[in-house]
């Protein structure tokens, strides 16, 4: 009954923050960036936060640590929605909202490197989930397959308390609601995706503690292959990582080839329960299995990733890839002009080391001074 009830109040406080945001001008405006063409309510995803703290209150205030990184991480993340932060202060709030989550863990105890495994991780997550919020349905539907896979395994393994995952998908499912059509009512904005992924990361993250099984990452790997490729990508042009832009696979399948962006979330989703029911499957398998397994899934589903997105880019005009060609143009004339200063500077040593190797060996040191040399 406490599901029902958690249910209708959310919807109900959902509805209630549309009013307030749209009366306050707490909206998305699209550029050239964007994936939508009107007008769009964000910041939509507290309604995860408020799911939370109903958890967290009717269970007794469990796991304290770790909602009081999430509570900071929603503040500066849902001020960021309202009128913007400095990436400095932002990264700040997200360490030290890592730093709690491992401590809840009690990830101290393990060497090290966890540890700035946890912290990698972890903010490459949020800011993944973070690129994904603009496609209609993208965050809800795949966070309810991964919640879904996470849900099963707990009644497996019971590696987290149940009520966790059930509270964290009804906010979902709420949210859901008003983002999964072809007109979205609203977005999570800056503090839905960076909420979501922490809570899905801590049910992640103890179950890896509890089982020793990283196998489970690949729950995430959908959204893995699509970052990973896609930041290398920019790397290569030169481009900051952070920089917003929108060459992600699922953007130019959604904006220059046209297809549906429900579509498109669908088979995102449904192409992340395939892989994670076989890493259901494989975890049952000794480790040298499951690594085989993990290379060769990731391999596959890389070359796939990469002929298709090659593909549209080389048949469709891609917004924005003209300034990326200008831009490598100019970083190739720069390391260019670089590369010919230093081929120069050795030529002036060897001159140098001429002038020195013709001196006169045989004149004395007095006869030197009185010439002058």
Not at 7 to 22: N, P
Not at 135 to 152: K, Q
Not at 183 to 201: N, T, Y
Not at 301 to 312: E, G, W
């Amino acid at each position: 009954m406490i599901y029902i009830f958690t249910l209708i109040f959310l919807f109900a406080l959902e509805f209630l923050y549309l009013k307030i945001a749209d009366r306050f001008n707490i909206i998305d405006k699209p550029n050239e960036r964007s994936s939508h063409t009107k007008v769009t309510i964000r910041g939509a995803g507290i309604i995860f936060y408020v799911a939370a703290i109903i958890y967290f209150i009717n269970n007794d205030f469990q796991y304290p640590w770790f909602f009081l990184g999430l509570t900071l991480l929603t503040y500066i993340s849902f001020l960021d929605d309202i009128r913007g932060v400095h990436p400095t202060a932002r990264l700040t709030v997200h360490l030290a909202s890592v730093l709690l989550m491992v401590y809840e863990f009690g990830i101290f105890n393990y060497p090290w490197y966890y540890l700035v495994l946890a912290f990698v991780f972890t903010i490459g997550v949020i800011n993944a989930y973070n690129f994904m919020d603009g496609i209609n349905g993208m965050t809800a539907f795949c966070t309810l397959i991964m919640g879904g896979l996470l849900f099963y395994v707990n009644t497996k393994i019971n590696y987290i308390e149940q009520d966790f995952l059930i509270f964290t998908l009804l906010g979902v499912v709420v949210f859901g609601f008003f983002n999964f059509r072809k007109k979205a009512a609203c977005f999570a904005g800056d503090v839905g995706p960076a909420v979501l992924s922490f809570m899905l990361l801590f049910a992640l993250g103890k179950l890896i503690l509890k089982t020793g099984d990283f196998t489970y990452v690949l729950f995430l790997g959908v959204y893995g292959i699509e970052i990973g490729w896609s930041v290398a990508r920019r790397v290569y042009q030169g481009y900051h990582i952070f920089e917003p832009h929108r060459t992600f696979l699922l953007h130019v399948l959604s904006n220059e080839v046209g297809r549906s962006s429900l579509l498109v979330s669908t088979v995102y989703g449904l192409v992340q329960l395939v892989l994670g029911a076989s890493v259901i499957y494989i975890v049952q398998f000794d480790a040298s299995t499951q690594w085989s397994f993990a290379i060769a899934i990731l391999t596959a589903l890389s070359a796939f990733y990469l002929i298709v997105k090659q593909y549209i880019f080389n048949n469709y005009h891609i917004k924005g890839e003209i300034e990326h060609a200008v831009r490598r143009r100019r970083i190739q004339m720069v390391r260019a002009r670089r590369s010919r200063r230093a081929q120069r500077i050795p030529e002036v040593a060897v001159v140098k080391e001429a002038k020195i190797i013709e001196m006169p060996k045989k004149e004395k040191q007095e006869s030197l001074l009185q010439t002058g040399v």
